[in-house]
C-alpha cells in the first residue's frame, strides 16, 4: 500500500521554466514532509523540508506548498537549470516516527536547454 | 566531513547465495538506517538502529535479512539465500539524533540475484 503518491511519474521542461512536482498522502497522522533530489548512482539528498504547521516553505528556487485539508503538496522549481534534471522523491512521517520516512515511487525531472 | 561510505558498490549472486554490506555512517551520527530501493521506485525503509539498538525492524524480512550494528558505529546487513526479488540498490543513511533530523544518504550497493 502506497502511502505517499507522485505525479507525474515524469517530466520535461524547458531551461527557465518552472517545473511543479506534485505529491498526496492517505495518513493524516504525517506531520513532516521533505522532499529528496537523487542523480544516477548516487543516494537521495534532502532538498527541503515542510512541518505540517506551515503551508509554504522557500529555498531559493524551490518552494513546497502544502494543503493539510486537502494532504497534497507541491514542490514548485523556478528556472529550472539542466543541472536539476533528477529523481525527485516526496516522503513522509509521523510524529513521533519521524526518522521513518515513507517514500513516494519519485517523479523524473528533465531539464532541456 | 566524510559521507556515509558503503561497500562493496555492486555485487551480482545467483540464487540461494548470501551477501553482506556494509555501512560506515557519519562520524557522530547515532541513527543509522538501511533501506531497499528497487529499480525506479523509492527507498523502503528495511531497519533503524540508534547506537547498537535496533529500534524498528519491522520490514526486514527476518527469516532471510540480518542487520547489526554492534559497537554503535559501522552496520552490517547481510542476505542469507537471495532471491531475484531483493534485486534493488541498497542504501544505507545516518542522521545526528531522530525525529526531524536529515537522513544523510551513501551511495547504495546495487544487487542483482540471477
Known amino acids: 500500500q502506497q502511502q505517499v503518491r507522485q505525479s507525474p511519474q515524469s517530466l520535461t521542461v524547458w531551461e527557465g521554466e518552472t517545473a511543479i512536482l506534485n505529491c498526496s498522502y492517505e495518513d493524516s497522522t504525517f506531520n513532516y514532509f521533505p522532499w529528496y533530489q537523487q542523480f544516477p548512482g548516487e543516494g537521495p539528498a534532502l532538498l527541503i523540508s515542510?512541518?505540517?504547521?506551515?503551508d509554504k516553505k522557500e529555498d531559493g528556487r524551490f518552494t513546497i506548498f502544502f494543503n493539510k485539508r486537502e494532504k497534497k503538496l507541491s514542490l514548485h522549481i523556478t528556472d529550472s537549470q539542466p543541472g536539476d534534471s533528477a529523481t525527485y522523491f516526496c516522503a513522509a512521517s509521523a510524529q513521533g516516527t519521524g526518522s521513518k520516512l515513507s517514500f513516494g515511487k519519485g517523479a523524473k525531472l528533465t531539464v532541456s536547454p | 566531513e566524510a559521507g556515509v561510505t558503503q561497500s562493496p558498490r555492486y555485487a551480482v549472486l545467483q540464487e540461494g547465495q548470501a551477501v553482506s554490506f556494509w555501512c560506515d555512517p557519519i562520524s557522530g551520527h547515532d541513527t543509522l538506517y538501511w533501506y531497499q530501493q528497487p529499480r525506479d521506485q523509492g527507498p523502503q525503509l528495511l531497519v533503524y538502529f540508534r547506537d547498537e539498538a535496533v529500534i524498528d525492524n519491522s520490514q526486514l524480512p527476518s527469516d532471510r535479512f540480518s542487520a547489526v550494528r554492534p559497537k554503535g558505529t559501522n552496520s552490517t546487513l547481510k542476505i542469507q539465500s537471495a532471491k531475484q526479488g531483493d534485486t534493488a540498490t541498497y542504501l544505507c543513511?545516518?542522521?545526528?539524533?531522530?525525529?526531524?533530523?536529515?537522513?544523510?544518504f551513501g551511495p547504495g550497493t546495487r544487487l542483482t540475484v540471477l
Open positions: 543513511a545516518s542522521s545526528r539524533g531522530q525525529g526531524y533530523a536529515e537522513q544523510f
Open positions: 515542510i512541518r505540517s504547521v506551515s
